[in-house]
């Protein structure tokens, strides 16, 4: 392998001649061997666009030159796009300040930005710390770059996804909303609903997810950017905050803010627990839906198999015929990774000493995976399992008709007691509530057929 000599403050590195990061990513690839969860492009991206605009700005306040910053856009407009990610190999467990982060997108903004300016004809030298880094810290970017990511993958890549599998369920809802199936209650016989009913408030879980998603999403447009070091804004133009925030907004199409009190953005992360929070609520919900579903199909005949499920692929590798709720189990281990990267999201937000959280990288891994895994998963659940459940009304109609907390439609006319005694009786003597009600003589057949009516009892009369 052919390698160039970089060199930084510590002295002279060698760098791969092929990649375009300096000394100070080569320094962090090679002081932190660990693991393989590098970085997440979606957080090298939002960097890219807080350096194109911070450029923007600079230059408007007079303290970059215009090319510079024209050069500084060319290169992160690269990145942003997706073309240069090979050059950002850095792993999450680094400094929790994410610095080598910082310097890495600094230092390879400035290694492209030099290319595009030497083709230009100029003899101007973008310097990632002097120019692509001016104004800034890695204290305040991270926390910029972390929020701006945040907020693209939650409104334009979860959002999107809940949309479709809540109305993936809403349609399924309405189609089977006259087919009246028992209820169950602790996994216990309960009185009747129909099949549109209960899922309806699988649908309903969603759509409250979806209001608590796109509210905690507000909270994250407030951006630390101008805080620099400590939050005091040293080095920074006063009128630099507001003016980046304004270049990414139009970069982005989203409303961010200048956060008021940067001492808070740079050791805080609140909006991040709370935004998390709200994904940990909708994972809850996937994984009842999901429960459910695989409860209903379980069987097919030694189980309830109240519905039917695709079937997708071979359940077993060796009992054949056999067919698993594989999209169920999948989208439920994602609600176990949420659930834990929420844990994780919290302790990491809950030690800011005094000026600084360092922990601001494992935050942003965990964030942008359980973002990810839970769009991914709705997708494929959607599309392989719930679009293609139908009921299966066999089933549904011999649990209805067998069940004994039919019986609780005679409370109103006989009193608990009275009914009780009736499903003692059937349950005991394994046969019909009517057979127990008329041994009991507490009810003619007439009287009984008008009160115990499936039916009827799904609704408010």
């Known amino acids: 392998m052919e390698y160039r000599i970089e060199k930084d403050t510590l002295g002279e590195v060698k760098v791969p001649v092929d990649k375009f990061w300096g000394a100070q990513t080569q320094r962090s690839k090679q002081n932190f061997p660990i693991g393989h969860e590098t970085m997440p492009n979606e957080i090298i991206k939002a960097f890219a666009i807080t350096k194109k605009g ?6 408007d306040l007079g303290l970059l030159e215009e ?4 050069a500084i856009a060319y290169a992160a407009e690269e990145i942003i796009e997706g073309k240069l990610n090979d050059h950002f190999p850095l792993v999450v467990w680094q400094t929790g300040s994410g610095t080598q982060s910082n310097m890495n997108v600094n230092e390879v903004i400035a290694h492209v930005g030099n290319k595009w300016l030497k083709e230009q004809g100029s003899e101007l030298v973008l310097h990632p710390n002097d120019d692509v880094n001016k104004s800034q810290s890695s204290n305040d970017t ?14 334009d890549t979860v959002l999107p996804s809940l949309k479709v599998l809540k109305e993936s369920i809403h349609k399924k809802s309405e189609e089977f909303m006259d087919i009246v199936k028992i209820g169950r209650t602790h996994l216990q016989d309960a009185t009747p609903i129909t099949l549109g009913q209960e899922m309806s408030g699988w649908h309903r879980m969603l759509e409250k997810t979806e209001k608590m998603i796109t509210e905690s999403a507000q909270h994250l447009k407030d951006l630390a950017i101008g805080g620099t070091a400590v939050g005091t804004g040293l080095n ?13 907004s139009a970069i982005t199409g989203k409303n961010f803010r200048s956060e008021p009190v940067k001492f808070h953005s740079l050791t805080s992360y609140d909006e991040a627990v709370y935004a998390h929070g709200a994904l940990k ?4 919900d996937l994984m009842k839906i999901a429960n459910d579903v695989r409860w209903l199909a379980s069987g097919p005949r030694s189980g309830l198999g109240e519905i039917i499920i695709p079937a997708n692929e071979p359940g077993s590798s060796i009992m054949p015929g056999k067919v698993n709720p594989t999209q169920s189990e999948a989208i439920t281990m994602v609600v176990t990774q949420v659930v834990g990267n929420d844990a994780t999201i919290a302790f990491a937000a809950s030690q800011g000493n005094f000026e600084l959280n360092v922990f601001k990288p494992v935050i942003a891994y965990n964030f942008i995976q359980s973002a990810q895994l839970l769009a991914d998963s709705m997708l494929s659940f959607e599309e392989r399992c719930v679009r293609g459940i139908e009921p299966n009304h066999e089933k549904i109609e011999t649990f209805l008709n067998d069940s004994l907390m039919l019986v609780t439609a005679l409370n109103p006319h006989i009193g608990y007691e009275n009914a009780a005694k009736i499903a003692k009786k059937a349950y ?8 127990a009600a008329l041994a009991l003589e507490l009810l003619t057949e007439e009287e009984f057929d008008k009160y115990v009516v499936p039916e009827d009892m799904t609704h408010t009369l």
């Open 54 to 59: 911070a450029a923007k700005a600079n230059s």
């Open 428 to 435: 005991e003597e394994n046969t019909t509530l009517k057979e």
């Open 281 to 284: 609520a909708l994972a809850a």
């Open 67 to 70: 090319k510079k910053a024209e």
């Open 236 to 248: 920074a133009h006063p009128e630099f905050s507001e003016r980046v925030c304004q270049e990414i």
């Open 142 to 155: 991270y926390p910029t770059a972390l929020h701006i990511a945040a907020v693209l993958k939650l409104e």
